[in-house]
Protein backbone atom coordinates (compact mmCIF):
# COMPACT_ATOMS: atom_id res chain seq x y z
CA UNK A 1 0.00 0.00 0.00
CA UNK A 2 1.62 3.39 -1.16
CA UNK A 3 1.28 6.41 1.01
CA UNK A 4 -1.67 7.97 -1.46
CA UNK A 5 -4.27 4.77 -0.68
CA UNK A 6 -7.10 5.89 0.27
CA UNK A 7 -8.49 4.25 3.24
CA UNK A 8 -12.14 3.07 3.22
CA UNK A 9 -14.51 1.96 5.80
CA UNK A 10 -18.40 0.58 4.62
CA UNK A 11 -20.98 1.29 6.98
CA UNK A 12 -24.23 -0.67 5.40
CA UNK A 13 -26.44 -3.03 7.44
CA UNK A 14 -27.02 -4.75 3.73
CA UNK A 15 -24.15 -7.86 3.24
CA UNK A 16 -24.88 -7.74 0.05
CA UNK A 17 -24.40 -3.88 -0.74
CA UNK A 18 -21.27 -3.93 0.99
CA UNK A 19 -19.99 -7.08 -0.81
CA UNK A 20 -20.71 -5.16 -4.31
CA UNK A 21 -18.77 -1.50 -2.99
CA UNK A 22 -15.92 -4.18 -1.86
CA UNK A 23 -15.43 -5.90 -5.40
CA UNK A 24 -15.16 -2.58 -6.93
CA UNK A 25 -13.14 -0.89 -4.20
CA UNK A 26 -10.65 -3.96 -4.31
CA UNK A 27 -10.03 -3.47 -8.45
CA UNK A 28 -8.76 0.10 -7.97
CA UNK A 29 -4.70 0.30 -6.71
CA UNK A 30 -5.31 3.87 -5.41
CA UNK A 31 -8.43 2.51 -2.85
CA UNK A 32 -8.44 -0.38 -0.22
CA UNK A 33 -11.33 -1.41 2.38
CA UNK A 34 -9.92 -1.32 6.04
CA UNK A 35 -13.56 -2.10 7.45
CA UNK A 36 -16.84 -3.59 7.34
CA UNK A 37 -19.74 -1.88 9.57
CA UNK A 38 -23.39 -3.42 9.95
CA UNK A 39 -24.65 -0.61 12.68
CA UNK A 40 -24.19 2.65 13.13
CA UNK A 41 -22.42 1.98 16.60
CA UNK A 42 -20.19 -0.46 14.63
CA UNK A 43 -19.43 2.25 12.37
CA UNK A 44 -18.09 4.16 15.13
CA UNK A 45 -15.80 1.52 16.43
CA UNK A 46 -14.54 0.36 13.26
CA UNK A 47 -13.55 4.12 12.22
CA UNK A 48 -11.84 4.84 15.76
CA UNK A 49 -9.91 1.20 15.19
CA UNK A 50 -9.19 2.07 11.11
CA UNK A 51 -8.65 5.80 11.15
CA UNK A 52 -9.97 5.81 7.42
CA UNK A 53 -10.20 8.57 5.26
CA UNK A 54 -13.65 7.87 3.80
CA UNK A 55 -16.49 6.17 5.57
CA UNK A 56 -19.53 4.96 3.07
CA UNK A 57 -22.44 5.43 5.22
CA UNK A 58 -25.59 4.29 5.38
CA UNK A 59 -28.10 6.44 6.65
CA UNK A 60 -31.04 3.80 7.99
CA UNK A 61 -29.30 1.36 10.07
CA UNK A 62 -30.10 -0.45 13.34
CA UNK A 63 -29.36 0.55 16.50
CA UNK A 64 -27.31 3.69 15.65
CA UNK A 65 -28.36 5.62 11.73
CA UNK A 66 -26.10 6.60 10.03
CA UNK A 67 -26.93 10.24 10.99
CA UNK A 68 -25.92 10.24 14.32
CA UNK A 69 -23.12 7.78 13.71
CA UNK A 70 -21.30 10.71 11.70
CA UNK A 71 -22.27 13.18 14.39
CA UNK A 72 -20.13 10.74 16.95
CA UNK A 73 -17.12 10.82 14.21
CA UNK A 74 -17.40 14.17 12.79
CA UNK A 75 -16.14 15.00 16.61
CA UNK A 76 -14.11 12.32 17.49
CA UNK A 77 -10.81 13.48 18.59
CA UNK A 78 -8.01 11.94 15.62
CA UNK A 79 -10.54 11.28 13.24
CA UNK A 80 -10.64 15.19 11.74
CA UNK A 81 -9.50 14.03 8.61
CA UNK A 82 -11.92 11.55 8.22
CA UNK A 83 -14.67 12.33 5.51
CA UNK A 84 -17.96 10.72 5.38
CA UNK A 85 -20.17 10.24 2.46
CA UNK A 86 -23.42 9.45 3.02
CA UNK A 87 -25.61 6.91 0.95
CA UNK A 88 -29.16 7.28 0.43
CA UNK A 89 -31.67 5.36 -1.61
CA UNK A 90 -34.35 8.26 -2.19
CA UNK A 91 -33.71 11.77 -3.00
CA UNK A 92 -36.49 13.02 -1.16
CA UNK A 93 -34.71 12.49 1.82
CA UNK A 94 -35.02 14.32 4.39
CA UNK A 95 -32.28 13.34 6.18
CA UNK A 96 -29.68 14.33 4.17
CA UNK A 97 -29.53 17.95 5.20
CA UNK A 98 -29.17 16.15 8.23
CA UNK A 99 -26.48 14.70 8.08
CA UNK A 100 -24.86 17.51 6.45
CA UNK A 101 -25.27 19.14 9.49
CA UNK A 102 -23.52 16.33 11.58
CA UNK A 103 -20.49 16.39 9.79
CA UNK A 104 -20.91 14.53 6.48
CA UNK A 105 -18.92 15.88 3.65
CA UNK A 106 -21.52 14.67 0.90
CA UNK A 107 -24.14 12.63 -0.21
CA UNK A 108 -24.57 10.17 -3.12
CA UNK A 109 -27.59 7.59 -4.38
CA UNK A 110 -27.23 4.23 -3.54
CA UNK A 111 -28.04 3.60 -7.12
CA UNK A 112 -25.04 5.28 -8.78
CA UNK A 113 -22.82 4.04 -11.14
CA UNK A 114 -19.47 2.18 -10.29
CA UNK A 115 -17.47 5.41 -11.88
CA UNK A 116 -19.20 8.22 -10.20
CA UNK A 117 -19.44 6.16 -6.68
CA UNK A 118 -15.08 5.72 -7.16
CA UNK A 119 -15.27 9.86 -8.16
CA UNK A 120 -17.18 10.77 -5.18
CA UNK A 121 -14.31 8.28 -2.87
CA UNK A 122 -11.80 10.50 -4.61
CA UNK A 123 -13.62 13.83 -4.37
CA UNK A 124 -14.32 13.27 -0.67
CA UNK A 125 -10.88 12.14 0.53
CA UNK A 126 -9.17 14.89 -1.42
CA UNK A 127 -11.50 17.37 1.19
CA UNK A 128 -13.84 19.11 -1.01
CA UNK A 129 -17.39 18.32 -0.70
CA UNK A 130 -19.38 16.33 -2.74
CA UNK A 131 -23.25 16.55 -3.33
CA UNK A 132 -24.79 14.52 -6.16
CA UNK A 133 -26.69 15.78 -8.93
CA UNK A 134 -29.37 14.04 -8.67
CA UNK A 135 -30.36 14.88 -5.51
CA UNK A 136 -29.55 18.54 -5.93
CA UNK A 137 -29.44 21.69 -3.80
CA UNK A 138 -33.05 22.10 -3.99
CA UNK A 139 -33.44 19.56 -1.87
CA UNK A 140 -30.45 21.57 0.56
CA UNK A 141 -32.39 24.62 0.31
CA UNK A 142 -36.30 23.13 0.72
CA UNK A 143 -35.34 22.13 4.75
CA UNK A 144 -33.02 25.63 5.41
CA UNK A 145 -35.88 27.87 3.80
CA UNK A 146 -37.27 27.37 7.01
CA UNK A 147 -34.74 27.83 9.37
CA UNK A 148 -33.73 31.17 7.94
CA UNK A 149 -33.84 34.04 9.97
CA UNK A 150 -32.39 37.34 8.50
CA UNK A 151 -30.92 38.08 11.93
CA UNK A 152 -29.46 34.90 12.59
CA UNK A 153 -27.97 35.05 9.34
CA UNK A 154 -26.39 38.85 9.48
CA UNK A 155 -24.91 37.36 12.82
CA UNK A 156 -23.24 34.44 11.55
CA UNK A 157 -21.86 36.19 7.85
CA UNK A 158 -20.93 38.94 10.05
CA UNK A 159 -17.50 37.57 10.56
CA UNK A 160 -17.01 37.61 6.80
CA UNK A 161 -15.38 40.15 4.77
CA UNK A 162 -17.50 41.22 2.11
CA UNK A 163 -15.27 38.97 -0.64
CA UNK A 164 -15.47 35.92 1.68
CA UNK A 165 -19.11 36.13 1.52
CA UNK A 166 -18.99 36.13 -1.97
CA UNK A 167 -16.55 33.57 -2.05
CA UNK A 168 -19.12 31.65 0.28
CA UNK A 169 -22.06 32.35 -2.00
CA UNK A 170 -20.27 30.64 -4.56
CA UNK A 171 -19.28 27.79 -2.67
CA UNK A 172 -22.97 27.24 -1.94
CA UNK A 173 -23.87 27.04 -5.92
CA UNK A 174 -21.36 24.06 -6.34
CA UNK A 175 -17.82 25.71 -7.84
CA UNK A 176 -14.58 25.17 -7.53
CA UNK A 177 -11.86 26.99 -6.41
CA UNK A 178 -10.75 27.22 -9.81
CA UNK A 179 -14.49 28.35 -11.09
CA UNK A 180 -14.67 30.98 -7.84
CA UNK A 181 -11.60 32.19 -8.94
CA UNK A 182 -12.58 33.03 -12.69
CA UNK A 183 -15.68 34.49 -11.37
CA UNK A 184 -14.44 36.59 -9.40
CA UNK A 185 -11.27 37.48 -11.46
CA UNK A 186 -9.02 35.62 -8.58
CA UNK A 187 -6.64 33.35 -9.02
CA UNK A 188 -7.11 29.57 -7.88
CA UNK A 189 -4.60 29.74 -4.93
CA UNK A 190 -6.18 32.98 -3.55
CA UNK A 191 -9.93 31.50 -4.28
CA UNK A 192 -8.80 28.80 -2.06
CA UNK A 193 -7.38 31.30 0.60
CA UNK A 194 -10.67 32.91 0.68
CA UNK A 195 -12.38 29.38 1.11
CA UNK A 196 -9.85 28.52 3.68
CA UNK A 197 -10.46 31.61 5.82
CA UNK A 198 -14.65 31.53 5.52
CA UNK A 199 -14.14 27.79 6.85
CA UNK A 200 -12.12 28.84 9.84
CA UNK A 201 -13.99 32.34 10.67
CA UNK A 202 -17.20 30.03 10.55
CA UNK A 203 -15.56 27.04 12.41
CA UNK A 204 -16.81 24.24 9.83
CA UNK A 205 -15.22 20.75 9.30
CA UNK A 206 -14.85 21.41 5.30
CA UNK A 207 -16.26 22.58 2.18
CA UNK A 208 -20.06 20.64 2.69
CA UNK A 209 -20.70 22.57 5.79
CA UNK A 210 -19.88 25.87 3.88
CA UNK A 211 -22.72 25.08 1.51
CA UNK A 212 -25.49 24.20 4.24
CA UNK A 213 -24.19 27.93 5.76
CA UNK A 214 -24.98 29.36 2.45
CA UNK A 215 -28.12 28.15 1.82
CA UNK A 216 -29.02 28.44 5.60
CA UNK A 217 -28.58 32.19 5.44
CA UNK A 218 -30.04 32.97 2.11
CA UNK A 219 -26.70 33.85 0.90
CA UNK A 220 -27.47 30.87 -1.87
CA UNK A 221 -30.57 30.56 -3.52
CA UNK A 222 -31.87 27.65 -5.72
Known amino acids: MNAATIRVLLADDEGLVRSGFRVLLDLEDDITVVGEATTGAEAIEQARATRPDVVLMDIRMPKLDGIQATAHIARTHGLERTRI ?16 QAGASGFLLKDAGPAELLHAIRVIAAGDALLAPRITRR ?37 SNAEIGTALHLSPATARTHVGNAMRKLGTRDRAQLVVIAYRTGLTRP
Do not use: C, K, P, W
Request: charged residues 15%; negative net charge.
Open 85 to 100: LILTTYDTDANVFEAL
Open 139 to 175: LISQFTAQQTATQAAEETLAVLTQREREVLALVGQGM
